[in-house]
């Protein structure tokens, strides 16, 4: 009985044995398909990477080209600033000039208008000597007149009192 109990044990053993190869090869089988998962994904894991390195080299590309045409943008503004500021000091110069040519034509005019006016005055200040000489003249004359008239009366008053004194 002892040799059936140890077959039996040894057939146990064996049994446990051979479960447990079948338990190492179906592990086995696991871990091999496990591996070729992680094969596959790691496969996919680097054309995700890949892709993800592809649109980061795009980003980057693009991110540059933003810079790029940033600062062409600003440049451009700072050339169209720059441009616009010059066209503003221009047209200032402009206006200043035809402000001072317009002050230069007023002052001309002003002059030419004072010139005129003095010329005015100085013809009727000419027209008012010549009415005063006229005046004058009418004056002299009425005046002249009036002394020959006296002279005339002081004449005949003398010719009366030599008359007069004749007859007394």
């Given at each position: 009985m002892d040799?059936e109990?140890l077959?039996?044990r040894?057939?146990q053993?064996?049994?446990?044995l051979?479960n447990?190869?079948k ?12 591996k070729d998962?992680?094969v ?5 894991v ?7 390195d ?7 590309k ?5 810079e ?9 503004l ?7 500021q010059?066209e503003?000091?221009?047209q200032?110069k402009q206006?200043?000039?035809?402000l001072e040519?317009?002050q230069k ?8 208008e004072r010139k ?5 005055l ?5 027209q008012?000597q010549?009415?005063?000489d006229?005046?004058?003249e009418r004056?002299m004359?009425?005046?002249n007149e009036d002394r020959k008239?006296?002279?005339e009366?002081m004449?005949?008053?003398n ?7 004749s007859?007394?």
């Amino acid at each position: 009985m002892d040799n059936e109990r140890l077959n039996m044990r040894v057939n146990q053993i064996e049994e446990q044995l051979s479960n447990t190869l079948k338990a190492i090869d179906k592990l086995t089988a696991d871990i091999d398909a496990l591996k070729d998962y992680a094969v596959e994904n790691n496969k996919v894991v680097n054309g995700i990477l890949r892709k993800l390195d592809d649109q980061g080299e795009r980003m980057d590309k693009f991110l540059l080209r933003m810079e790029r045409e940033e600062k062409n943008r600003k440049s451009e503004l700072q050339e169209e600033k720059k441009q616009r500021q010059s066209e503003l000091e221009n047209q200032q110069k402009q206006w200043k000039a035809a402000l001072e040519n317009e002050q230069k034509q007023r002052q001309v005019e002003l002059e030419n208008e004072r010139k005129q006016r003095q010329a005015e005055l100085a013809y009727e200040q000419k027209q008012r000597q010549k009415e005063l000489d006229a005046q004058n003249e009418r004056f002299m004359n009425a005046l002249n007149e009036d002394r020959k008239l006296r002279r005339e009366e002081m004449a005949i008053m003398n010719r009366r009192l030599e008359f007069l004194e004749s007859k007394a």
